[in-house]
Nanobody, 126 residues
């Protein structure tokens, strides 16, 4: 079982930046996929970014169109931490952000992630 704890959320103005962190503990592996999702009030949960690694291969990352070019997902295996660097934040980025974990290096936003964090709130004011 993998436990995830997010942090780093907060309130910023339009154009600002935040870096979210997701620390994993428990039975992590070298063949995995990590993801960030978000859910705004009254809206469906949506995928933001994924990052995966299989063995010693390089990381493979993917982004939702709405954040591509503004957000960067970074994995630090030594710290078992996944970061989401969010730049040029916009009011539509306001949401609760969750990180998620699954075994296996192939994943999409529709994959079955078996571990989820409790979420961290991001609020962007105009």
């Amino acid at each position: 079982q993998v436990q995830l704890v997010e942090s780093g959320g907060g309130s910023v103005e339009t154009g600002g930046s935040l870096r979210l962190s997701c620390v994993a503990s428990g039975d992590t592996t070298s063949n995995y996929c990590m993801a960030w999702f978000r859910q705004a009030p009254g809206k469906e949960r949506e995928g933001v970014a994924t990052i995966s690694q299989s063995g010693v291969k390089s990381f493979d990352s993917n982004y939702a169109g709405a954040v591509k070019g503004r957000f960067i997902i970074i994995q630090d295996n030594r710290k078992k931490t996944t970061y989401l660097q969010m730049n040029n934040l916009q009011p539509e980025d306001t949401a609760m952000y969750f990180c998620a974990f699954k075994t296996g290096s192939f994943c999409t936003f529709a994959s079955s992630f078996r571990s989820w964090g409790q979420g961290t709130q991001v609020t962007v004011s105009s």
